[in-house]
């Protein structure tokens, strides 16, 4: 019997607190879970963190999530360009 893998963590996000806090909520109403990265990087120096820089908020999920959250960030950069 093969065993189930532990799923491994994939980066599918990194950005701006703002962004974050959008991303956030929409993989929330997709049921998509993940955890943030760097996170308090941004609340204590956020002019390092800002924009997707190097200290940026990034969130994780598993690599068994990855397609679904991509799609979910794809549909929200669609929307803000409209």
Do not use: C, H
Not at 34 to 44: P, V, Y
Not at 72 to 78: C, F, N, S, T
């Amino acid at each position: 019997m093969e065993k189930n893998p532990e799923p491994r963590p994939v980066v599918v996000f990194s950005g701006s607190q703002m962004e974050i806090a959008i991303i956030q909520t929409l993989l929330e109403d997709n049921e998509i879970e993940f955890f943030l990265q760097d996170e308090f990087i941004g609340t204590m120096a956020p002019w390092y963190a800002e924009g997707g820089g190097a200290g940026s908020v990034k969130i994780v999920v598993a690599d068994s999530d990855v397609e679904k959250a991509q799609v979910v960030i794809e549909e929200y950069y669609k929307n803000i360009r409209q």
